[in-house]
């Protein structure tokens, strides 16, 4: 079994030491939904939601929780991050499904899977902010890694 490095000679959790890691270009692409009432997808498409342009506050509201992470996720290393890019799709047949992803990248010793989860987590619940007034009955979810690249782990897609 390999080396428990999350933890310190007391059997303490600790943040890892990265110091010796190659610096290189990492990036992760995470998906997650909202499931929404078809009243609530009118309302976004058509800009007549109450608190304003739902997609252009989810939008911020994930870059700014990218940059965020390590104040939320307590063994995350603080990372200059170089690109957030979060993106918008639709899914419609029996449901209303607002597809997010999130791209993060950033030049440096670990990688960036946290930040896009966390910025992908952070769109899904501003879009829930912004129109529980319409219908609270959203679901959201599920939200995972699609794909990361760099660093000593190799790459890896969800296949």
């Avoid at 428990?4 to 959790?13: D, I, L, M, V």
Wanted: neutral net charge; aromatic residues 6%.
């Amino acid at each position: 079994m390999g080396e428990f490095t999350h933890f310190n000679e007391q059997g303490r959790a600790k943040m890892v030491d990265i110091s010796d890691k190659e610096s290189t270009v990492r990036s992760a692409r995470v998906q997650s939904r909202v499931v929404v009432s078809k009243e609530i997808y009118e309302a976004i498409q058509g800009g007549n939601v109450k608190k304003g342009d739902v997609l252009a506050v989810a939008q911020v509201a994930g870059i700014m929780a990218a940059k965020k992470t390590p104040d939320l996720v307590p063994m995350c290393h603080p990372l200059p991050l170089k690109a957030v890019d979060i993106s918008f799709d639709w899914s419609i047949g029996d449901t209303f499904e607002l597809i997010i992803e999130a791209l993060v990248k950033t030049k440096g010793n670990t990688g960036v899977e946290m930040e896009a989860l966390t910025a992908a987590s952070a769109v899904a619940l501003t879009v829930y902010d912004m129109c529980k007034a319409i219908d609270k009955g959203m679901v959201i979810g599920p939200t995972y890694l699609l794909e990361k690249q760099g660093g000593k782990s190799g790459d890896y897609r969800r296949t």
